[in-house]
């Protein structure tokens, strides 16, 4: 019973590296996302995607990439990191947009730094 | 300024008091969802409230979704330890969730 799974937990980049989180999930869900959870601010919606092949931005979409090949599959890019992405970041999945209610399942977190 | 603002930003209470949190915004939602949150993993959703006025129990927990459609309170009954978490809101609209920060509760024994 997987869920959402994500890698790394933890990571610790230098400025100007680049990386890629992975998110995966198995229940099938259309609808995929990322987000990043930073103190006082809450969780904030970096890229969506409501199917394979299709992608949208979130509210705090620079600095990221985003790409859809299957259903499973949403991995999170960041091109050339900053101190400013030190963050947790979290895929989530659900089985219809958010606008209906639906349950959204969130993967564990991965703790980034960026130094 | 979060679009969802919650209150209190922190709580720290005895076990078997009441409490109640508050998530308020200037929007309006089509539906509004409660997650508690425990440290190192991700949140897990309590409730989803649709109708405004809407209430909705889940055990000692009582959710209310306002009138209309654009607040929210959490209240908890005789508080026990394995209430402490953080407590998020999250509003919907369309096809995005906005997340408020949170309400961070600790219940001591």
């Known amino acids: 019973n997987a869920g959402v799974t994500q890698t790394p937990k933890f990571q610790v980049l230098k400025t100007g590296q680049s990386m890629t989180l992975q998110c995966a999930q198995d229940?099938?869900?259309?609808?995929m996302s990322w987000y990043r959870q930073d103190p006082g601010m809450g969780l904030r919606l970096i890229h969506y995607?409501?199917?394979?092949?299709?992608?949208d931005q979130g509210e705090v979409p620079n600095g990221y990439n985003v790409s859809r090949s299957t259903t499973e599959d949403f991995p999170l890019r960041l091109l050339s990191a900053a101190p400013s992405q030190t963050s947790v970041y979290f895929c989530?999945?659900?089985?219809?947009?958010?606008?209906?209610?639906?349950?959204?399942?969130f993967g564990e977190g991965s703790w980034l730094t960026v130094v | 300024t979060q679009l969802l603002e919650q209150s209190p930003q922190f709580l720290s209470i005895q076990e078997g008091e009441n409490l109640t949190v508050y998530c308020n915004s200037s929007?309006?939602?089509?539906?509004l969802q409660w997650y508690r949150q425990e440290p190192g993993e991700g949140p897990v959703l309590l409730v989803t409230?649709?109708?405004?006025?809407e209430v909705k129990k889940l055990k000692r927990l009582t959710f209310q979704f306002g009138d209309a459609r654009k607040d929210s309170s959490l209240h908890i009954t005789a508080a026990q330890t394995g209430d402490t978490g953080l407590y998020l809101c999250?509003?919907?609209?369309?096809?995005?969730?906005?997340f408020g920060a949170g309400t961070r509760l600790t219940v001591k024994p």
């Open positions: 989530a999945s659900s089985s219809m947009l958010p606008g209906g209610g639906n349950t959204i399942y």
């Open positions: 229940m099938n869900h259309e609808y």
């Open positions: 995607s409501v199917g394979a092949g299709i992608t």
């Open positions: 929007s309006v939602f089509s539906s």
């Open positions: 409230v649709v109708t405004g006025g």
């Open positions: 999250a509003g919907a609209s369309n096809n995005d969730m906005r």
